[in-house]
């Protein structure tokens, strides 16, 4: 009998995410309100789509292996060595490369118990052992657990989500600084920045560059590119070389890089999707406090919404979707008893509302 690798036999089937396209196939309906994957409903720049759609009957050419005028255009806005950065197919991609390059089977890999998943199945997927530190209850990952952790498990490599998916909550730099500086020198600190466009620049970590840093940013929030599939990590050049001998070299979409490089000559339109996405998460603190309902400050293009418990906010997020608003929870605790929507349109938003007001009239506390 043909068999996969033990390590990968022994993971158990499972399918990551669960996309909007299945749900609608089951349940029989053409369109959802689409509030669950934290897509941009605002579009991409027209700059970006004036210049796919011009380089369309190209589309039969490959790519830049190098994404060389994009790292170009990128070494500019992070002030940074065009050798000290790489393009991959978003983070997901980068992510990987990552866990490939810094933990070797049976080595640890350090996160937030219920962060963004894609790390787990990395580490998992690659041979590597995850450790965890849980979330403060108030929806902050525990910096001082994680440290605790990091120092007992000596872990090759230590990730982080700020701003955090999901909880949407954002560690400030003085605090970031102290974090990175406490961590064990000879640990790979992955820093997942997918949210930063949400952020003052000047709120983060300092631009800087040494082989313990890994920062990953990309086009599927701000830059609505998400389809696109296109994102790039800063880092050390002696990094960068690591993750260039593994990297799959015609692995980005040849429009994709061009969308990007466009989108970044357009920062009024990034800016604009900020301003947006601002006055949606406004719309949902009100909506929650109405309700009687807490919400956490939100750093990114969601919000969380305490629905109490984790069966009653399941139940909320099932009963909407029979309705065809598309919305997503977090899966662990503490964070379970949440609802997790993303910033949507203003018609969006009161199709949510709406639903989110019968849902909750029907589903007792």
Known sequence: MIRPAPAIEAIPAMTPFIGPEQLMRESGRSEL??????????????????????????????????????????????????????????????????????????????????????????????????????????????LDALLEVANQEKPSLIYLANPDNPSGTFVRKEQMIAFFDALPRDAVFLLDEAYADFVDESDLLPPHVEDRLIRTRTFSKAYGMAGSRIGYAIASQTNIATLQKIRLHYGVNRNAQIGALASLDDEPFRRYVVDEVA???????????????????????????????????????????????????????????????????????????????????????
Request: with cysteine; net charge negative.
């Open 279 to 365: 006055a949606a998460r406004a719309d949902y603190y009100r909506l929650a406090a109405d309700l009687g309902l807490a919400s956490i400050e939100s750093f990114t293009n969601f919000v969380c919404i305490d629905l109490g418990t984790a069966d009653r906010a399941t139940r909320v997020m099932n009963e909407l979707l029979a309705r065809g608003v598309w919305i997503r929870k977090p899966g662990l605790p503490p964070l379970d008893r949440f609802v997790r929507v993303s910033a949507g349109t203003e018609p969006m938003r009161d199709a949510f509302e709406a639903a989110f007001r019968a849902v909750l009239s029907e589903v007792p506390a």
């Open 33 to 142: 309100v689409r509030l669950g994957a934290n897509e941009s409903a605002f579009g991409p720049s027209p700059r970006a789509v004036e210049a796919m759609a011009a380089e369309l009957p190209r589309i039969s050419w490959y790519g830049d292996p190098e994404s060389y005028d994009l790292r170009v255009a990128l070494s500019r806005k992070h002030g940074c060595n065009v050798d000290e950065l790489v393009v991959g197919a978003g983070i997901d991609d980068l992510m990987g490369l990552v866990v490939r390059a810094f933990v070797a089977p049976g080595g640890a890999a350090l996160t937030t118990r219920g962060s963004y998943p894609t790390f787990n199945y990395h580490v998992t997927g690659y041979g590597g052992r995850l450790v965890s530190a849980s979330y403060r209850d108030d929806g902050m990952p525990d």
